[in-house]
């Protein structure tokens, strides 16, 4: 029994000294990036989602398809270290990363002290590393093997973002964190509510921490792909990062916000009429061909339309007779999407409507997965066979 | 010669299906873990018939290696479910064989509705637990524990044979929690949770090879010399420890557990080539294929985790790789299936022994 009992107090040391989730080791450089820049994208639509796996010859052969992609392998040994060098100073390795603040103004904000990051790094090591891969390209070992694909962070571009500005405008820490608390649905993205909150704080310090390393890299590649002086790659990737971390900085200022705001009471009286007088202009803005959202949701999205993202992969527009929203499902989260857009996606902005009008369109399409809160017309005319 | 059977036949050969599908859902839950997509849906619970429901237009091999499994574990659990009834019903005493089966049908029930009451807040932060539900399994599992017991005490033939299937049963629907768990509590115990539904994924499948020995119909008379003896039993403890070590390569590839698990690969054989040498039967010859393919497959999955010079949590795993590995794990399984079919053919008594000989 003594023997048995040794045996058993044995295994259980092995067990809790040999379990757990390790740092990154200390001597593990981030891979310099090796995989196809995306310059233009081609004019028309994609013919499917890449297959399984295949992400990287996909985006390499949009030349092909009237696209234009560069390849970093094409500069030269030299040319490339010394943009590894300056990156491994700038940002550290994923054991120690770093972000140098470049005395931006308000920088502190964005709460990128060293050991901020390294907290990070551990939490992301464990809980992020397998999707979104070491640098934040998006290609860790499950990546590959899940659709939509994890977001690639290295081109500081992101799909859910409530700040105002262009396409490529940056996230709010509170967006980042919405999408790591809840999860986006009916992705392979999980919700990280039950980590504290200053857990999720961390994580979301070195996944900026990620996109700033990779859009640096990112602009001094495309600049030497492309040919442009550079006298002193540090420099450049100096002022790239102060660019971008004003950016950063700025979309913590601003969101999309509306002068008037439906309280739940409104949403109540989903079936008293002047509700489904405002579902119905919403129908008719989102079928106008002025605005143009059947353009992309073909048939209220019901049928599949491919188009190239950003990435140079490949968005669905929402089917949005499902009533499966990925950035947020309440009226606040479809305005700002609609007034906003998705950028990487190609969805514009719809800055021209005005707030009575986008509110209208928040109602028609909370309404269109449930026939029974449209109106009798319009009903008709997006479930003709009902 | 063989004696008198503790079940009815068809419940022996529901046994094996039940191993068979069980081995299929490891194959599966094996994939799952070397292709790191135990979280491609994150969502839990969901219905058994989902992937029937959802789309299939769009690449997402995680997504359906994630979902099969879980259909797979649906099935072995109704497999279960049956078997352990089954078995039950074989119990001499009438009012003990019907409380006992009013019993697994109320924790099946129970479970059933834990499982719908989980599937409404699949999509929520918080869990609110179904205490009702809980308590009914609670109080039910007592009820047939204290049915077993009873036919323990009493030294009824085939009374372990009949707890050993609560047991299993228990254990099944304890090994569907584990995984479900793992989805929903990912964020709080990351990869542990599954670590453990792969370890315990290993007891549950040696219970359910221990039914299907237990369900043969016994010897007239045994060879004492030849399957006595305590070699079988410590290769069971040895494979199953070793197969901790290698869940633990899989999960959390840390130096300690790297080297254990080396250690514990020459410990196995080196326990399991005295007794292959020493004993005759197809148990001993299938344990010697298993091992020599267990080595092989073990030095290539060494070979590609590694010696390739990438962290392994970087690695992208090929198909051959995948193929190596969860051929690795399935081996491994087979091994501790064999060694524990090995000890219940030692241990077990002759046929004509009456009573209690389970």
């Known amino acids: 029994m003594t023997r048995l009992l040794r045996c058993f107090v044995f295994v259980i040391t092995g067990l809790s000294a040999g379990c757990g989730t390790q740092p990154y080791p200390t001597g593990l450089a981030y891979p310099p990036r090796v995989d196809a820049i995306v310059v233009r994208l081609p004019a028309t639509d994609a013919e499917g989602p890449p297959p399984a796996g295949k992400i990287d010859e996909f985006i390499g052969n949009l030349n092909a398809r009237g696209g234009k992609v560069l390849n970093p392998n094409d500069l030269p040994e030299e040319t490339r270290s010394a943009v590894n060098r300056v990156l491994v100073e700038m940002f550290g390795s994923p054991a120690v990363p770093l972000v140098p603040l470049l005395d931006v103004q308000g920088v502190e904000t964005l709460h990128l002290e060293p050991e901020t990051l390294a907290a990070g790094s551990f939490l992301y090591k464990k809980h992020c590393l397998q999707c979104h891969g070491l640098t934040g390209d998006g290609r860790g070992p499950t990546g590959q093997w899940v659709y939509p694909s994890p977001r690639d962070f290295r081109q500081g571009i992101f799909k859910f973002v409530t700040s105002p500005g262009t396409a490529s405008r940056k996230p709010s820490r509170a967006d980042l964190h919405r999408s790591l608390a809840l999860g986006i649905e009916r992705t392979s993205m999980p919700p990280f509510g039950m980590l504290s909150e200053l857990e999720r704080e961390q994580i979301i310090s070195y996944t900026i921490h990620l996109s700033l390393r990779g859009e640096v890299e990112y602009r001094l590649l495309l600049d030497l792909l492309n040919q442009e002086d550079m006298d002193n790659v540090a420099t450049e990737a100096r002022s790239y990062l102060r660019s971008a971390l004003r950016q950063w900085l700025a979309a913590d200022i601003e969101r999309i916000t509306p002068t008037t705001i439906p309280t739940p009471n409104d949403l109540d009286r989903r079936v008293q009429p002047d509700h489904l007088e405002s579902v119905r202009r919403g129908h008719q803005l989102f079928t106008n061909p002025a605005i143009n959202c059947i353009g992309c949701h073909v048939d209220f999205g019901r049928q599949a339309r491919y188009l190239y993202d950003s990435w140079g992969g490949v968005t669905r527009p929402n089917d949005l007779t499902e009533g499966v929203y990925r950035g947020g499902k309440t009226p606040l989260d479809l305005f700002q999407r609609i007034r906003g857009g998705v950028g990487p996606s190609g969805m514009p902005a719809a800055v021209t409507l005005s707030d009575d009008q986008t509110w209208d369109l928040v109602h028609f399409v909370l309404a269109l997965p449930a026939t029974n809160m449209l109106p009798s017309d319009v009903r008709s005319q997006v479930y003709p066979a009902r | ?358």
């Open chain 2, 1 to 358: 010669m063989a004696g008198k059977r503790l079940t009815p036949r068809w419940v022996h050969v529901w046994a094996i299906l039940t191993c068979i599908a069980t081995a299929f859902l490891l194959t599966l839950g094996g994939l799952v873990t070397t292709f790191r997509v135990g979280m491609a849906d994150p969502v839990w619970p969901t219905e058994p018939w989902f992937l029937l429901v959802t789309s299939w237009s769009e690449p997402r091999p995680g997504f359906l290696i994630e979902h099969a499994h879980r259909l797979a574990g649906f099935t072995v659990g109704g497999m279960m479910a049956v078997l352990a009834i089954g078995i039950w019903w074989t119990e001499p005493r009438s009012s003990v064989r019907r409380a006992g089966t009013l019993g697994l049908i109320v924790l099946l029930a129970s479970f059933g509705q834990f499982h719908r009451a989980m599937m409404a807040q699949a999509n929520t932060i918080e869990i609110v637990w179904p205490f009702g539900a809980i308590g009914v399994m609670v109080v039910s599992l007592i009820m047939v524990a204290g049915c077993a017991a009873s036919g323990i005490l009493a030294g009824h033939r085939g009374s372990g044979l009949r707890a050993l299937g609560v047991i299993a049963l228990v254990a099944v629907m304890i090994q569907g929690l584990l995984g479900g768990f793992r989805v929903r509590l990912n964020a709080w115990a990351g990869t542990d949770l599954a670590a453990v539904h792969g370890i315990f994924a290993q007891v549950v499948f040696s219970m359910l090879v221990g039914l299907a020995v237990l369900t043969t119909a016994p010897r007239e008379t045994y060879k004492v010399h030849e399957y006595r003896g305590r070699l079988p039993l410590v290769l069971t403890a040895l494979v199953f420890v070793q197969l901790i070590w290698g869940a633990l390569v899989r999960h959390h590839p840390s130096a300690l557990v790297q080297r254990f698990h080396l250690m514990f690969a020459f410990a196995v054989v080196a326990t399991a080539v005295p007794l292959i040498g020493s004993r005759r039967g197809f148990g001993v010859c299938l344990l010697a294929v298993f091992l020599v393919l267990q080595v092989m497959l073990g030095v290539e999955a060494w070979m590609g985790k590694f010696a390739s010079g990438v962290l392994p949590e970087l690695q992208r795993v090929s198909k051959g790789q995948a193929i190596v590995r969860t051929g690795h794990v399935l081996i491994g399984t087979g091994i501790l299936a064999t060694s524990v079919a090995l000890v219940l053919a030692s241990r077990r008594q002759p046929g004509s022994a009456q009573p209690g000989d389970a």
